[in-house]
Each structure stands twice: as structure tokens, then as C-alpha cells.
């Protein structure tokens, strides 16, 4: 099994999880859903499986040259914080906006009432 094997394997099973907790009742949303993970599904394996590979190829290298990791991925070791952080943070942000228009059209219908 190769590392594309798993990368697909996992961002499939991610998605069907995803799909069967969230999966809206309407057919034509779930036509939408299926249209839109169909688009993003191939970009988002591509991604993963460009950092996979950037990994396994830089793995090669830092053994020919006889570095261990550490000293091969000093950059992301000191970076890996303000990465988290600002993941963290987007995803707040995200979820607060998702919340705030729920809410927001919560409240609009409540008016056109």
C-alpha cells in the first residue's frame, strides 16, 4: 500500500463520516453536496499527497546528507506554534461566522413571520 493509497483511503473515508453525520434530506442539496465534493475531492487528495511526497522526497535527501530530522526541519519546529495558532483562529473565526448567519436567519424568519 502506497502513501497516495492511504491519502485517498483516508480523505474518502473523512468525507463519507462527514457526509452521514451532515447529510441534508432534500435531494437536490444532495445533489450539490455530491457536485461539490465531487470538484473538491481531487484538489484537496492532490494537496495532502503534494506535502506527503514533498516529506518522503526531502527524506532522501536529509538521509544523503546525514541530517536528522530535527536539524532538516528546524524552520518548522519554530513555526509549527504560530501554525497551530493561526489554524486555531481560523477555525473560530469560521465557526463564529457560520454561527452568527444561523442565527441571523434564525431571526429573519422569525420577523417575516
Same mark, same amino acid.
Given at each position: 500500500?502506497?502513501?497516495?493509497?492511504?491519502?485517498?483511503?483516508?480523505?474518502?473515508?473523512?468525507?463519507?463520516?462527514?457526509?452521514?453525520?451532515?447529510?441534508?434530506?432534500?435531494?437536490?442539496?444532495?445533489?450539490?453536496?455530491?457536485?461539490?465534493?465531487?470538484?473538491?475531492?481531487? @484538489?484537496?487528495?492532490?494537496?495532502?499527497? @503534494?506535502?506527503?511526497?514533498?516529506?518522503?522526497?526531502? @527524506?532522501?535527501?536529509?538521509?544523503? @546528507? !546525514?541530517?536528522?530530522?530535527?536539524?532538516?526541519?528546524?524552520?518548522?519546529?519554530?513555526?509549527?506554534?504560530?501554525?497551530?495558532?493561526?489554524?486555531?483562529? !481560523?477555525?473560530?473565526?469560521?465557526?463564529?461566522?457560520?454561527? !452568527?448567519?444561523?442565527? !441571523?436567519?434564525?431571526?429573519?424568519?422569525?420577523?417575516?413571520?
Amino acid at each position: 500500500m502506497t502513501a497516495d493509497n492511504i491519502v485517498d483511503f483516508s480523505v474518502d473515508m473523512f468525507l463519507i463520516f462527514f457526509d452521514v453525520l451532515s447529510s441534508p434530506i432534500l435531494i437536490v442539496m444532495r445533489l450539490i453536496r455530491w457536485v461539490i465534493n465531487k470538484f473538491f475531492v481531487t @484538489r484537496i487528495k492532490n494537496f495532502i499527497k @503534494r506535502i506527503v511526497h514533498w516529506f518522503m522526497d526531502n @527524506r532522501v535527501k536529509r538521509l544523503a @546528507r !546525514g541530517q536528522n530530522i530535527f536539524r532538516y526541519y528546524w524552520w518548522l519546529w519554530l513555526l509549527s506554534p504560530i501554525i497551530l495558532v493561526t489554524l486555531m483562529l !481560523g477555525g473560530a473565526l469560521f465557526f463564529g461566522l457560520w454561527e !452568527g448567519l444561523n442565527i !441571523g436567519f434564525e431571526v429573519f424568519e422569525q420577523e417575516a413571520k
